[in-house]
Nanobody
């Protein structure tokens, strides 16, 4: 049984920062990690992904320069540091893991977390 436990969401004013975390519980290895988000009435979109080695990361244009994805493989934990937050960043943020893939798209995702709410007020 594999579970992804997200934490760290909350409410913040525009311009502020939040860090959300995702702990991977279960017997898996060699997995990429990604963060997706979904705002009300919108499709789920990929925000960032990081390869299993942690040496390469990728971002959607809307968050480049503001968000940083990272991971601590010893702790089996992934992070999304979000700076200079904007109201349009408000969404439920989902942690995702792909076993033996690069997390390029949803077809490469093996497990999903339950999501954590991020609200940014203007």
């Amino acid at each position: 049984q594999v579970q992804l436990a997200e934490s760290g969401g909350g409410s913040v004013q525009a311009g502020g920062s939040l860090r959300i975390s995702c702990v991977v519980r279960g017997d898996i290895s060699g997995y990429c990690m990604a963060w997706y988000r979904q705002a009300p009435g919108k499709e789920r979109e990929k925000v960032a992904r990081i390869l299993a080695s942690g040496t390469q990361s990728f971002y959607t244009d809307a968050v480049k320069g503001r968000f940083t994805i990272s991971r601590d493989n010893d702790k089996r934990t992934g992070y999304l540091q979000m700076n200079t937050l904007k109201p349009e960043d408000s969404a439920v943020y989902y942690c995702a893991v792909g076993v033996g893939t690069t997390c390029l798209n949803t077809r490469q995702i093996t497990y999903w977390g339950q999501g954590t709410q991020v609200d940014v007020s203007s």
